[in-house]
């Protein structure tokens, strides 16, 4: 075998394990427990429940209607949208916490809904 295959055949090898490890870093599920408000505009008072929500990441983007592309940085994903509906979405992933606010239309009006709450891997 000669140089420049042994030289092709390690940067292959060593593109596919890169990918692999990039991959698995950037696709994870989180379900997360915590506290919805929710207000329809013009409408009397914010509805409160407590709530589980599952956030799944494919490849460094949230799976959504419109499957956001995220930032990934110092352990922390955010991802922020305003196709459809304006989204912010954080997720720290040193303490589990996440925090979503989504305000947009839907057939019975404006709406706005927070949500923050602790998440664990699935």
Do not use: H
Request: hydrophobic share 35%.
């Amino acid at each position: 075998m000669n140089l420049m295959s042994k030289i092709y055949i390690f940067f292959v090898v060593f593109l596919v394990l890169f990918s692999t490890s990039y991959s698995k870093t950037n696709t994870i599920t989180y379900t997360c427990k915590g506290l919805s408000n929710f207000e329809i505009i013009g409408t009397p008072g914010v509805k409160e429940e407590m709530k589980e929500v599952t956030y799944d990441f494919i490849n460094g983007a949230l799976q959504d209607l419109n499957n956001i592309e995220c930032n990934w940085n110092d352990n922390i994903i955010t991802c922020e949208s305003t196709f459809l509906n304006f989204r912010k979405l954080s997720v720290d992933q040193k303490s589990l916490k996440v925090t979503d606010f989504i305000s947009g239309n839907k057939g019975f009006g404006q709406y706005i809904e927070n949500f923050i709450g602790d998440c664990k891997e699935k």
